[in-house]
């Protein structure tokens, strides 16, 4: 199969040679390598053409030593298995919501934490800096590598019943969540029930009432048709998660330095493309989402919500009293 590399194959006839008690003499990266790029998205959506652009670039910079191939659409699987299958070396790059990651590593589930950043921009300085250094720390120990942070936005609530204007009307529905207990209590602070379940399920679930509703960027809203079966769009921008664009650190320890440094300085490229392509993908799918007949409100006042965020917060730090500093690093920066 093309997608079984060299490298892999090389270890596994690795693993044949010790367990026949030969000696092991496989030299990294001895011929042309090929990478398994994972990814929950569509083929038409900014992650993608950035994955796109970055296995390319690695092609072309390597000389063909480095290639690649990007299974789009969760064909190999949802986020949380395959932030698995990752750290194993069985897929070997893979842009990953950092949602579902802050369940391995919990440097990551900072960023989950409702309203932490300020905007967009904030975020971007924040991951770009300090913050993204301390939570790609906390990858790698769990053998994921960070190459470089992708932007999705903020999400808003959707649900199938009526437009949320105050926490209050949440209470009593059944909203999807990403796979991640920190999202659990987000919900139930706000009395509605929540129920973790894979990207890929949500259409079916709203579609049948399995759940009233979810919360997405517009982008996902749009490129799942999630708008077809949940109308109510409610702009509370609760979450702003980036995504990384990370490498499995098996994968990873097979290349040379220089093929190394040639896939950092491509992943950071590769951002800089998808964050343009995603403000532009912001417009276009609310445009998109409204003219097939979505009810947008803006949520006027905010406060309620990050009012009643206070106790996820509270159990967070409880929980994780070494991650306070990188909370404040966030919360009191501008
Ligand atoms: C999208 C993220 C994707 C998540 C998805 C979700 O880009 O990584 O898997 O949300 O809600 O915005 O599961």
Not at 52 to 78: C, M, N, P, W, Y
Not at 303 to 310: E, G, K, N, T, V
């Amino acid at each position: 199969m093309r997608t079984l590399n060299t490298a892999r194959s090389l270890a596994m006839g690795g693993a044949f040679l010790l367990a026949l008690g030969l000696p092991l003499a496989v030299a990294p990266q001895a011929q042309g390598v090929e990478l398994r790029g994972w990814n929950i998205h569509v083929p038409d959506y900014p992650v993608s053409h950035g994955m796109e652009q970055f296995i390319a670039e690695v092609a072309e910079k390597t000389d063909g030593r480095v290639t690649g191939e990007v299974f789009h659409g969760g064909v190999l699987g949802s986020q949380p298995d395959a932030i698995e299958q990752l750290r194993l070396g069985a897929i070997d790059f893979a842009v990953f919501s950092l949602g579902p990651m802050g369940q391995a590593v919990p440097e990551a589930n900072v960023v989950s934490l409702p309203f932490i950043f300020k905007g967009i921009d904030q975020m971007y300085s924040l991951m770009d800096g300090a913050a993204g250094d301390a939570i790609g720390e906390g990858m790698l120990d769990k053998g994921i590598v960070a190459l470089a942070w992708y932007d999705a936005g903020a999400r808003s609530f959707y649900n199938s019943v009526r437009p949320i204007n105050s926490p209050g009307d949440v209470e009593g529905m059944k909203v999807r969540v990403m796979n991640n207990d920190l999202f659990v209590g987000m919900i139930e602070s706000m009395g509605g029930n929540a129920t973790p379940m894979a990207f890929a399920e949500v259409y079916q679930s709203l579609r049948t009432g399995v759940v009233d509703g979810a919360e997405n960027n517009p982008p996902s809203y749009e490129s799942t048709n999630h708008y077809e079966v949940a109308k109510y769009y409610s702009i509370s921008e609760h979450l702003i998660i980036p995504e990384c664009l990370c490498m499995s650190k098996i994968s990873w320890d097979r290349l040379s330095a220089e093929d190394q440094e040639i896939i950092r300085v491509a992943a950071r490229a590769s951002a800089e493309t998808q964050r343009e392509l995603w403000q532009a993908r912001e417009r276009q799918s609310m445009d998109t989402v409204v003219a097939g007949g979505t009810v947008v409100n803006q949520i006027a006042d905010k406060a309620p919500f990050q009012d009643s965020m206070s106790a996820v917060y509270d159990k967070f730090l409880e929980q994780n009293p070494d991650l306070t500093d990188l909370v404040n690093l966030i919360r009191l920066s501008d």
